[in-house]
């Protein structure tokens, strides 16, 4: 009995190692996993860091864009006014110099013309008055008069011409408005 007694105790031994073997193994397994999921979550924050950080950089350049678009804008538009200007003092320089007051009036008209080619090109475009119907979209009723010869609510008269600019109101037309 008492080799049994040894084989059960050498039996008990092997099994006790083995347990404490099977639980540093998983000790060792449990922190190899953690240190994995640290630096798996240390890479994700760098990556959102980097991602916040072109993020905010992608922004303050659009911002940067946009202020440049705005201040810049009007610059072709400008640019073919400033022909315009020169033109007309062209023509104030050349009627000075021959007091030609038909070859100044003749320089205003092709200055004039020009303009409304300018602003045509981009996309300004007068509202129609004549034989109109009042329109508070469009008009602007600076008056109002009773007339015979005048539908209810028709223009009588156009005091200041309105501008549409791309299908949008950009100055409403001062209109005298008949009104029965």
Request: glycine share 2%.
């Amino acid at each position: 009995m008492a080799d049994k007694e040894i084989k059960e105790e050498i039996v008990e031994e092997i099994i006790n190692d083995t347990e404490n073997k099977n639980e540093n193994i998983e000790t060792v397994s449990q922190e190899d996993e953690i240190k994995k999921l640290k630096g798996e979550v240390e890479d994700w924050k760098n990556s959102y860091l980097r991602k916040q950080a072109d993020f905010q950089n992608f922004t303050k350049r659009k911002e940067k864009e946009f202020d440049d678009l705005k201040a810049f804008a009007s610059e072709k538009v400008v640019v073919k006014v400033l022909d315009i200007i020169d033109n007309l003092e062209r023509a104030i320089a050349a009627s000075s110099e021959t007091k030609d007051f038909d070859s100044l009036v003749k320089g205003v008209e092709l200055t004039l013309s020009q303009m409304k080619s300018t602003v045509a090109s981009e996309g300004v475009e007068a509202i129609e008055t004549e034989k109109a119907t009042f329109d508070p979209h469009l008009h602007m009723a600076v008056s109002v008069e009773d007339s015979a010869d005048y539908a209810n609510d028709e223009i009588i008269a156009e005091f200041q011409k309105g501008y549409k600019m791309k299908g949008k109101v950009i100055r409403p037309s001062m209109v005298k408005v008949c009104k029965k």
